[in-house]
């Protein structure tokens, strides 16, 4: 038996629809088997709190095993994981290949569908997930105003936190009346020019946060790839990508949010469109998470191999010489963080890439996790676990004082921003569109 893997990762369909996935002495079982690996390594205890906190439960037992963690206590374990990825795509030595066939996120994954079966959702949960219900009431006119007003007042952020568990110093999303969609122009757009794999026609899914909470970033998108001869248009339907969803446990809307976007998108790749998204867990929800879930629909495939992240784009572009490298004026210092769904994605470090091109303009690419991820880091009862997290990364923006603080991750990018010294972070679109002077 091998001690470890050198080989590439590789992933399994996850079999969710199966009488086995649901079946509770299987997962107690299964989840016993690969604690026990975790716990014989613990090469991944830097990374989130799931294996700090196994570690303890297994260091607090009587048999100083995981034997002796009552099974009731593995719930503690899944509540810490965020399915960010990182311990399967950076860390553990155990994934497929290897025949120990660990797989810690899609386990967490298939703990959290079991118990959201069994007892449903939180009403804060359930809130803070449904992003497109939640954006569309909040851009209503004057009803944003009032709501990005009660956010930034003490004492009603106090109140929703007794009332729905949202800590009280989280950061929270802006929201914007005139949405990306009300505001988006399709004018000025170039012929599409075709140049290695990619089509030059693209088409941009918005995101729920790109939509109604950043919608200016749609614009730099638009401005950057058109200033670089490339077709972009919006998709013209669509609903959340499922992540919220998914990392909530549950996979039924996760499917419905399937059925609403994989016909329109693969409509559009028929048309001859590339596909791209400001967000990457978005991104990697349509070009490995949806794919896993959903293994025999051919139109999901079809969209997956569409899908790019938008640095990837510009990079596979710039390869056959086809990028526009006339910038106007240098960034300086950047201190990028890089998105742990973007990391995953295994495309290379093609944002800090793209940055670097500029003259006058040092990228120092931080490679540690932000500790949003997604709701964990406005959740009351995990937030001071989100800031320890995130605290390395803050430590590196103060030393650094740089000109510019980015992440691919707008979400990270606040958070990281709401604890450095820093006053603000900037999506590296916008790095790139103030680089061309657009």
């Not at 967490?108 to 449903?120: I, N, P, T, V, Y």
């Not at 499922?242 to 419905?256: C, Q, T």
């Not at 500790?371 to 030393?399: C, F, L, M």
């Amino acid at each position: 038996m091998r001690e470890g893997s050198l080989e590439a990762p590789t992933r399994h369909p996850i079999d969710w629809q199966s009488d086995e996935f649901w079946d509770q002495d299987n997962l107690n079982t299964e989840l016993e088997r690969v604690f026990d690996i975790c716990h014989g390594c613990r090469r991944c205890v830097s990374l989130c709190d799931s294996f700090p906190t196994l570690f303890d439960l297994v260091d607090e037992s009587e048999t100083l095993e995981v034997d002796g963690v009552d099974k009731a206590d593995y719930g503690k374990v899944v509540d810490q994981c965020y399915l960010c990825d990182l311990c399967y795509m950076t860390k553990c030595p155990y994934v497929p290949p290897h025949e120990w066939n660990v797989d810690f996120p899609h386990l967490m994954l298939r703990a959290k569908a079991q118990k959201f079966k069994e007892k449903g959702g939180t009403l804060r949960d359930n809130v803070l997930t449904s992003t497109d219900a939640v954006g569309k009431l909040a851009t209503i006119p004057l009803v944003d105003i009032t709501v990005n007003a009660a956010n930034k007042t003490p004492m009603l952020r106090k109140a929703l936190e007794s009332v729905l568990g949202v800590h009280h110093e989280a950061p929270v999303p802006k929201y914007h009346s005139k949405t990306l969609r009300k505001r988006f122009d399709p004018a000025g757009n170039p012929k599409p020019n075709r140049v290695g794999e990619t089509t030059g026609k693209l088409a941009l899914y918005a995101t729920c946060y790109g939509n109604y909470s950043t919608p200016d970033l749609g614009e730099d998108f638009a401005k950057v790839f058109r200033h670089n001869g490339i077709y972009i248009d919006l998709v013209p339907k669509e609903s959340c990508c499922g992540m919220p969803k998914m990392e909530l446990g549950d996979l039924e809307s996760v499917k419905a949010l399937k059925e609403k976007n994989i016909p329109v998108l693969a409509a559009l790749v028929d048309q001859g469109y590339d596909l791209t998204a400001p967000i990457p867990s978005c991104v990697l929800m349509y070009k490995q998470e949806l794919p896993l879930l959903f293994p025999d629909d051919e139109d999901v495939k079809k969209v997956q191999v569409a899908f790019y992240d938008p640095f990837e784009y510009l990079y596979l572009r710039h390869k056959e010489g086809a990028l526009n490298t006339e910038f106007k004026q240098e960034l300086g210092d950047v201190s990028y963080q890089v998105a742990c769904h973007q990391r995953v994605q295994n495309i290379g470090p093609r944002t800090k890439d793209m940055l670097s091109l500029v003259p006058g303009t040092t990228v120092d690419a931080i490679e540690r996790c932000s500790g949003h991820d997604g709701t964990y880091a406005v959740r009351k009862e995990t937030r001071d676990k989100s800031v320890k997290i995130a605290r390395p990364v803050v430590r590196k923006v103060n030393d650094n004082m740089p000109e510019h603080f980015t992440s691919d991750c707008p979400m990270a990018g606040t958070h990281i921003a709401h604890l450095a010294d820093t006053e603000k972070s900037e999506h590296p679109m916008t790095l790139l569109r103030i680089a061309y002077g657009l």
